[in-house]
């Protein structure tokens, strides 16, 4: 105690760093002794399990992950433009605005797209929405992505200096033209770091469209994980799928850290 | 020059200012101004800063809400609320001290965005103006560059074709060079000058006596929300007649008057 006690605040912090890696170290180093490997290498990186998911994992999961996750982010963004000039705008409109965003962040989107999927189909007759459930629930996932978007591009609508709006206005142009032209293709710059990053987390929460019950060929990548891991009784198809969401979103997270740094005013 | 300016048919004048009162909540920073300019006057209002110049100049074209009071422009009460502010606007150039160029459009593109949206001009007569208006004001070989890659001199003069771009009858300056480096802001004076001789009408907020002096035919003295001096520009800076405008004025004409006072004040007794 008294050894520790003469030591500098610098020095202490530095101690314990050193003292959790230590324990980290062999925390692992007692997992990788005592695991068993066999088996776990036979339950999660299972050759033939692995195989087997080939190629429908890219040609139909892959492929739907994507797709998906572009149609929401696309719809979702001129949702969440609509919504944030709205809230800007005010009035009865901008009250709706709030009110939209509001409520689709503050609630669950598992349980946003849940109502969606079962809600939707009820309502307007199952069979006359592309996509059946799985496209109603879809329309949950862009009502999310409106709402979350809406609040970036109003930060980035306010985040455009002010002299803008009153160049723009001294010249005769309204207030929509000012924002359309003006406004908006700067707002949408300033926005780019934080909207790729919720692209990243759309396609990550596509997953949550497993709950809508997809079909054969309408299923994304968790639900055709999962589906697979219960044909085999074997979890090596989560590996599988994970691997596969890395393989896009890494590149994409890497490009937002270049971005950022690239947009940077004070650069 | 003379084909800029584009001659006011109504009786009234351009500018003319009644009673004019404007808050920023408890804080009173126009407390009654008046002033009226006439077709092709130059008008340039000096003051020390936080005297409401900028208020002022934006109540003119209803950037800013004035409290009361009456601002007529061309004819249009622009305080009415039937008045489309918008359509007046479009007869008011302005220019400000951070030329608040559109950043993502080039210096041809400034110039055409409000001709096309605003005027519905056709895409060569819009591309034809502006063109007229950055030969004017000297940068005919920059027009395709972006204002982040020119100089805030080139910046403000292209802010100042952009306005032209628009036929306005009025010109407004808000210290216009302001934000420049010393060596750049004769060129944007120069520009102005033209105008000036073109027989635009001006009014313009500005630091640069010798420009309010040899250029506007008038010189308007603000301080605390309030006209104190106004009179021929001539008159006025080399003749002040108030006590707070020949303070004003022997501070920013002898800068070395600011060091002794302040040098004073310091110096321990
Ligand atoms: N939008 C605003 N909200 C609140 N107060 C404001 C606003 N704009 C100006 N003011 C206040 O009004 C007063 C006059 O400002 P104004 O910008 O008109 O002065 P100025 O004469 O142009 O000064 P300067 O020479 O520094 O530009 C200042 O006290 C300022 O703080
Ligand atoms: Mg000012």
Redesign the interface.
């Known amino acids: 105690m008294s050894v520790l006690s003469s030591l500098k605040p610098t020095q202490r912090a530095r101690l314990g760093t050193i003292a959790s890696y230590v324990v980290g170290l062999g925390v692992l180093l007692f997992v990788l002794l005592t695991a068993d490997w066999p088996t776990i290498t036979k339950q999660f990186f299972n050759p033939e399990v692995a195989a087997s998911m080939f190629p429908g994992i890219i040609t139909v999961a892959l492929r739907n992950t994507l797709l998906y996750t572009i149609v929401s982010f696309v719809v979702g963004s001129l949702l969440g433009i609509v919504l944030a000039v709205l809230k800007l705008t005010g009035g009865p409109l901008g009250w709706f605005a709030v009110g939209f965003i509001e409520l689709f962040r503050g609630v669950p989107a598992l349980l946003t797209i849940f109502a969606f999927a079962y809600g939707v189909p009820l309502a307007f007759g199952g069979n006359q929405i592309p996509g059946g459930s799985v496209g109603a629930g879809i329309l949950g996932l862009i009502v999310v992505t409106g709402a979350y978007s809406a609040e970036i591009i109003r930060a980035g609508i306010q985040a455009v200096h002010s002299g803008q709006n009153e160049a723009a206005r001294s010249l005769g142009m309204t207030q929509g033209q000012t924002m359309f032209w003006v406004i908006l293709p700067q707002a949408l710059r300033i926005v780019i770091p934080p909207m790729t990053n919720e692209l990243v987390m759309l396609l990550k929460d596509s997953s949550l469209l497993f709950i809508a019950g997809a079909t054969v060929f309408t299923k994304e990548l968790t639900t055709f994980a999962r589906d697979s891991l219960s044909t085999h009784a074997n979890p090596t198809p989560l590996i599988v799928a994970a691997a596969l969401y890395l393989i896009v979103t890494l590149p994409l997270t890497w490009l937002v850290g270049r971005l950022e740094k690239r947009l940077d005013p004070k650069r | 020059m003379s084909d800029l300016v584009p001659t006011v048919d109504s009786n009234e004048p351009p500018i003319r200012i009644k009673d004019l009162h404007k808050s920023f909540g408890d804080n009173e920073v126009l407390k009654g101004i008046d002033l009226t300019v006439a077709e092709g006057e130059v008008v340039c209002v000096i003051g020390p800063s936080g005297s409401g110049k900028s208020t002022l100049l ?1 109540c003119v ?1 209803m ?1 800013e809400k004035p409290t009361s009071g009456s601002i007529k422009l061309l004819g249009a009460e622009m305080t009415d609320p039937d008045v489309e502010v ?2 007046v ?2 007869h ?3 220019v ?1 001290q ?1 030329f ?5 459009m080039t210096a041809i593109g400034n110039c055409i ?2 001709q096309r ?3 519905k001009r056709s895409k060569a007569e819009a591309i034809e103006i502006a063109k007229k208006n950055l030969e004017l004001v000297g940068l005919g070989d920059r027009m395709s560059y972006h204002p982040a890659k020119l100089s805030g001199g080139q910046q403000q003069r292209v ?1 100042i074709a ?2 032209l771009s ?1 036929d306005p009858k009025i010109m ?1 300056f808000d210290e216009p060079t302001a934000a420049l480096d010393p060596e750049l802001v004769g060129d944007v004076l120069a520009v102005m000058r033209d105008l000036a001789e073109a027989g635009m009408t001006m009014m313009v907020v500005t630091h640069e006596m010798m420009f309010a002096r040899d250029v506007s035919d008038r010189t308007i003295f603000m301080d605390g929300g309030v006209i104190v001096e106004e009179g021929p520009s001539a008159e006025l800076i080399t003749a002040p007649k108030e006590e707070r405008t020949q303070v004003f004025l022997k501070r920013v004409l002898d800068p070395t008057h600011i060091e002794d006072s302040e040098l004073g004040q310091t110096e321990p007794d």
Request: aromatic residues 8%; glycine residues 4%.
């Open positions: 934006r074209n950037l918008d359509q606007r479009t008011v150039g302005m400000f951070s608040n160029l559109f950043p993502n965005i409000a949206q605003v005027l802010a952009r306005a628009m407004l």
